[in-house]
């Protein structure tokens, strides 16, 4: 069975430090593919970021990064130079060889960025 | 493009009535995805189709719940002889498995909240 854990339930920071989210999965799928959502309080999923299985190169956009590694089945995501704006919470969310139709989603983590 | 729309955003209804959610996929779009999220939890999937056909149903979805999506374009997701326990965020997304492929990224709405009193 898949499985997402975000062992982060809330972070508090001050705006301008960096933050990193954790993201641990599980699955037996040799191909699978990993995402990261931003739920801001308007409830809608925001779309940031996908990687497969095959891809373990680190990715940067902006203030965001990415850190996925296979070793120790983790997918993190750090934001530098916080802004409030990020305030939101965040899901790490796993899908199959089957692609993108049945998304498993870890808890979420609830990031507040003080001002 | 307008996005994903949900109607009614809000619900909410006592307990042993029926409720129906609708879903305006992005017009384009070939899948649509029916997730529910509970507080302080991620979403979790009930179902999806590809054009008008269904093509998974999740343990989650009991006999009560029923989605259909006629001409596959809009869906629609029906609540009968809701249970408090049915209180959630429906939340529905739609892809394309042109262009971007199967995995592509899900486009969310805003979500359908139902409280059952």
């Known amino acids: 069975a898949q499985k997402v854990t975000q062992a982060q339930t809330e972070i508090s920071v001050v705006e301008k430090e960096d933050v990193t989210l954790d993201c641990v999965y599980e699955?037996?799928?040799?191909?699978?593919?990993l995402f990261w959502y931003k739920q801001p309080p308007s409830g809608e999923l925001v779309f940031l970021i996908r990687?497969?299985?095959?891809?373990?190169q680190n990715e940067i956009s902006g203030r965001y990064s990415w850190n996925f590694q296979k070793s120790t089945s983790s997918f993190n995501f750090t934001i530098t130079a916080s802004q409030v704006v990020d305030s939101a919470v965040y899901f790490c969310?796993?899908?199959?060889?089957?692609?993108?139709?049945?998304?498993?989603f870890g808890q979420g983590t609830r990031l507040t960025i003080n001002p | 493009d307008t996005g994903v729309s949900q109607d009614p955003r809000h619900k909410i209804t006592k307990r042993g009535q029926n409720v129906t959610f609708r879903c305006d996929p992005i017009?384009?779009?070939?899948?649509l995805y029916w997730y529910r999220q509970t507080l302080g939890q991620g979403p979790e999937f009930l179902t999806y189709?590809?054009?008008?056909?269904?093509?998974?149903k999740s343990r989650l979805l009991s006999d009560r719940f029923s989605a259909e999506r006629p001409k596959g374009s809009f869906s629609t997701l029906e609540i009968q002889r809701t249970e408090q326990g049915d209180s959630a965020m429906y939340l529905c997304?739609?892809?394309?498995?042109f262009g971007q492929g199967v995995t592509g990224e899900l486009f969310f709405g805003e979500g359908s909240r139902l409280t059952v009193l």
């Open positions: 699955t037996r799928d040799t191909t699978y593919y």
């Open positions: 189709f590809q054009n008008e056909a269904q093509l998974e």
């Open positions: 969310a796993l899908s199959g060889e089957q692609g993108a139709q049945k998304l498993v």
């Open positions: 990687r497969n299985s095959f891809d373990e």
């Open positions: 017009s384009e779009h070939n899948r």
């Open positions: 997304a739609s892809s394309s498995t």
